[in-house]
């Protein structure tokens, strides 16, 4: 069954984050400093290092994997929602390497920014709310 949200009044943000700064932290902190806790994210930017998984839909775990290498972000997507009460932040990252090449992945702690642009496009109404799921594993969006 699918889980449906409504929004019409969005409110933006553009944020540049600090250098040296971990990107999943720094974006929590920015949510909870705004009371931010329903938002689409998006950006781009550079890392001087990243900690990425990729989640295993039959072992139902998460394999994490560490970049140790400057890489570009071609793309940053996420989202903001509320898990347990606490701000949850959602991000995938699609990165070029100094070869040209692309890797992605769920961001994980340990993600260290060299720059980042950032659009906080906040939405204003209800808290989408994170439980966890168990055909998948994972805490997703239920009412
Ligand atoms: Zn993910």
Not at 73 to 95: D, Q, Y
């Amino acid at each position: 069954m699918q889980t449906t949200y409504h929004y019409t009044d969005t409110l933006n943000h553009l944020v540049r984050l600090p250098k040296d700064s971990d990107l999943l932290q720094t974006i929590k902190n920015v949510c909870e400093e705004k009371s931010i806790t329903s938002a689409v994210l998006s950006g781009i930017g550079a890392l001087q290092h990243a900690t990425l998984s990729y989640y295993d839909q039959h072992a139902k775990k998460y394999e994490e994997r560490f970049f140790d290498q400057h890489m570009e972000i071609i793309s940053l997507n996420g989202n903001v929602s509320l898990r347990e009460g606490e701000v949850f932040v959602h991000i995938h990252v699609g990165l070029s390497t100094e070869t040209f090449e692309m890797i992605g992945g769920h961001v994980m702690p340990d993600t260290k920014v060299f720059a980042c642009e950032l659009h906080i496009a906040e939405l204003k109404g209800e808290n989408p709310v994170r439980k966890y799921d168990d055909a998948t594993g994972l805490y997703l969006w239920e009412k």
